[in-house]
């Protein structure tokens, strides 16, 4: 069973024999940019929609990466046998701080740098080991199946997923048309599927909700199903764990339990502008909470038919705080106390061809990379004691509204991106254990 391994943990060798194995795919797309066993082309599965792309905004994200990692590594270990033939690909801990600088050093080598990354000092997503050890739900882990009427999009992807692409990272990652074209997307998504293979573990293997679903751009394989990719091992491979990443894990799981929906409450904007006139003038909205039921146990607060923007990245971090407290987004104390969570919305993929020669390899016509709306929640239950006051409520959600970073990582002005914020009815979702 092959080891894929924290990539601080790889020694030289290791090193050079991945770095070399790449360059020998980058070589063969310099001679062709149309072979299929080009890096130029695997980066296209997930680039170009002409002959992927990738899955997002469903429960396909997982399996189709893990598939995209799969297939790539194959063609790094037959690159130059025996040199490469026990090759892996090295996952980054981005769940931890690098003692040493924004990334690991070891992408500041030749062959594995980006001159264009964003090297501002910039914070980890904060929720991302409490989603893996808290949210027992496939679903809400994961995505929805495409079918669902009103959901897509899991708390692992529309969160910390987001936010590293174009918040974190930056340069080519910042855009899902060029992610790929970064060798760090490798060892970014390497880190993905070990956290999903510790939520699979943590959840006893929970069955797939789209099981025979294809996953696009890789129908010639011979495994391309959703069902096909749910265990590592089935791929002859496995994660080998950092002491900090056994010491994250060994938090006890909590017990799955289900919820009874008692109340589904409109909240009241508190501001009579059009919401892209008042975001552009404050940079927030507001909104009066409902009271929910006293027997409340969860609370959910609901974005119904958010718009997946085009022209841009952007967040949405979540506040319920008193009415008589003032928001404050300078303040490190408001944000602690009365912060709910966060989403980040990345740009939808193109769907021009943008990198052409690849034609369309007699691929399917090219189809959506994101959804084009989504339902975004913030879990308030913490708020209960606060907002649950008999018939009224002294409590207001904020919305901040934070543009994402350009790709270099300095603050850009992006004025028509405020126009995409768009979404529906805003609700207060009460439940109670069944």
Not at 48 to 56: A, Y
Not at 121 to 149: C, M
Not at 209 to 217: C, N, V
Not at 365 to 380: E, I, Y
């Amino acid at each position: 069973m092959k080891k894929r391994k924290d990539i601080n943990e790889l020694d030289e060798n290791q090193i050079s024999d991945y770095i070399h194995a790449l360059n020998i795919l980058r070589a063969r797309s310099e001679s062709n940019p149309d072979d299929e066993s080009g890096y130029i082309f695997q980066a296209g599965l997930h680039n170009d929609p002409f002959i992927g792309p990738c899955e997002h905004g469903n429960d396909l994200f997982f399996a189709w990466h893990r598939a995209h990692l799969h297939y790539f590594e194959e063609l790094l270990q037959e690159t130059d046998p025996p040199r490469t033939a026990n090759v892996t690909i090295p996952y980054w801990d981005w769940l931890h701080p690098e003692t040493n600088g924004k990334f690991p050093a070891v992408f500041a080598k030749p062959g594995l740098f980006m001159s264009d990354r964003n090297n501002n000092p910039t914070e980890l997503p904060p929720d991302t080991l409490q989603i893996v050890t808290e949210e027992t739900d496939w679903n809400e882990f994961g995505g929805f199946p495409k079918e669902h009427p009103t959901r897509n999009y899991g708390k692992f992807e529309i969160g910390p997923h987001n936010y590293m692409h174009p918040i974190y990272i930056g340069g080519r990652m910042a855009n899902p048309s060029t992610a790929a074209e970064d060798p760090i997307y490798w060892s970014f998504h390497a880190f993905i599927d070990l956290l999903w293979a510790e939520w699979q573990r943590r959840n006893s293997m929970p069955p797939p909700t789209s099981p025979d679903a294809d996953l696009r751009g890789f129908l010639a394989k011979p495994k391309h199903k959703v069902h096909d990719f749910q265990k590592t091992t089935d791929f002859d491979y496995e994660y080998e764990y950092t002491d900090k990443l056994n010491q994250a894990f060994g938090v006890s799981q909590p017990e799955h339990v289900r919820h009874e929906l008692l109340a589904d409450e409109p909240l009241r904007p508190l501001f009579s502008d059009e919401l892209d006139s008042e975001l552009r003038r404050t940079q927030r909205a507001q909104f009066t909470l409902p009271s929910p039921p006293a027997t409340t146990e969860t609370a959910y607060v609901r974005l119904r038919d958010l718009k997946v923007p085009t022209i841009g990245s952007y967040m949405l971090r979540a506040y319920v705080h008193p009415k008589e407290v003032p928001f404050n987004k300078d303040d490190s104390d408001f944000q602690r106390q009365f912060g709910v969570g966060y989403v980040v919305l990345w740009k939808t993929h193109g769907t021009d061809n943008t990198h052409g020669g690849h034609g369309n390899h007699g691929h399917h016509a090219p189809s959506a990379h994101h959804p084009s709306s989504c339902t975004v929640g913030f879990d308030v239950s913490r708020k209960l004691v606060g907002i649950i006051r008999g018939n009224t409520s002294d409590h207001v959600l904020t919305l901040q509204y934070i543009l994402a970073p350009n790709e270099a990582g300095e603050p850009q002005s992006n004025p028509d991106l405020v126009k995409e914020v768009q979404f529906g009815d805003v609700v207060l979702e009460a439940y109670t254990q069944s």
